[in-house]
């Protein structure tokens, strides 16, 4: 089955810097790579998403870049502010049909400071 | 649009007693997914449904956890009985399609959570 991998497990940066959390997949058959935000005492809430056909996508502060030959892909946020705080998750799965649940990361808190 | 909705919110529940939480999916979306948080770590998928049919439970502990979704919309997870290890946050969530080979770039593909169940098992 999928393993992903993430890190750092925290990451501290100042607000108005950039943060970049990474993750490794194991199966080649992945093909869909969606980044989760999760708030303490709520659920995870999608923030951005990639598909294998595609090597980077940007939504405002937010990018997500893939390498399907090294397996991994990375979470980029720039000019962090207070409200970025939170555990970020990266997950992977096939999408082709039939079971698709997502594996998860182990998810990296992320500190904005002030 | 209402979102996925979950209850209760929190449970406490003794070692060996039983234990059922409820999930109400996003009107109209086909895809049901039932995870488990344990803390420090990321949701790991127990049991995936389409419509009331089960997709893929293959990392569900079979001994003791159930799950059904009898109409196709609402869905039940029980643990019966509860071992001290199932204390986590139990997630619910929902997604518009099962995955048809090629996504497109659609809202409706999209994996909603709800806020989850926050089992404690004593």
């Known amino acids: 089955g999928e393993n992903v991998e993430q890190h750092p497990s925290t990451l501290s940066v100042q607000e108005g810097d950039s943060a970049v959390i990474k993750c490794t997949y194991s199966?080649?058959?992945?093909?869909?790579f969606p980044w989760y935000k999760q708030e303490l005492g709520k659920g995870p809430q999608l923030i951005i998403d990639?598909?294998?056909?595609?090597g980077e996508k940007k939504d405002q502060r937010i990018a997500v870049t893939l390498n399907k030959t090294a397996k991994h892909f990375s979470l980029h946020i720039t000019e962090t502010q207070p409200e970025d705080s939170a555990v970020y998750f990266c997950a992977a799965t096939y999408s082709g049909g039939g079971a698709d649940g997502l594996t998860f990361g182990k998810g990296t808190h992320l500190i904005i400071q002030p | 649009e209402a979102g996925v909705a979950q209850s209760p919110r929190y449970k406490i529940i003794e070692k060996r007693q039983s234990v059922a939480f409820w999930c109400n999916p996003i009107?109209?979306?086909?895809?049901l997914y039932w995870y488990q948080q344990i803390l420090g770590q990321g949701p790991k998928l127990l049991i995936q449904f389409q419509n009331n049919g089960v997709v893929d439970d293959s990392q569900l502990p079979k001994d003791r956890f159930s799950a059904e979704r009898l109409k196709g919309v609402d869905s039940t997870l029980k643990i019966q009985p509860a071992k001290l290890e199932d204390s986590a946050v139990y997630l619910c969530a929902s997604s518009l399609i099962l995955g048809q080979g090629t996504r497109t770039e659609a809202d409706n593909e999209k994996l909603f959570f709800g806020s989850g169940t926050q089992l404690s098992v004593l």
């Open positions: 009107s109209g979306h086909a895809t």
């Open positions: 990639i598909r294998s056909n595609v």
């Open positions: 199966d080649s058959a992945s093909n869909y």
